[in-house]
């Protein structure tokens, strides 16, 4: 598994209105050619310079950011409006948390891909779990717990 840039993105989009309230824009790029392959793609950024976090989604017309209708109360432009969006990656990766993650996970390339797509909560839970470990063969034994999670597609245990 090649390692997965964190490098910010950015690109103009148009502003379209959802069914049901919120807006959608349609991304400027691939994230998987930005980010490598993913199931979804956690991110935080700006749309019309408005912070925003959510996920990248994929339809028919490609990938997309939903935004509902409580982050629409006051963007300052509408449906149809041209704005910059600017996204990055959220949460650690399994290639950010230690040389000895990421070994164990490129022995896993589906379980990286898992892990990697994973909402953050569940990533910053993983991180913190190997930070708190005090010897190295606690740190190795949750890497494993958590690689096996991995490749189970389970979040927790």
Known sequence: ????????????????????GGVSVTLPFDPSEAWGELDTYHVNGTLGGQPYRGAFLRDDAGWRLDLGPSWCRAPG??????????AALEGPRSTSMGDDVAAAFRDEPEAARFFDSMPSFYRNNAARALNAAKRPTTRATRISEIIDLAKRRERER
Do not use: H, I, N, Q
């Open 1 to 20: 598994m090649s390692s997965l840039s964190t490098a910010t993105r950015r690109g103009s989009v148009k502003v379209e209105a959802r069914p049901r």
């Open 77 to 86: 432009f509408g449906p149809g409006d041209e704005v910059e969006l600017v």
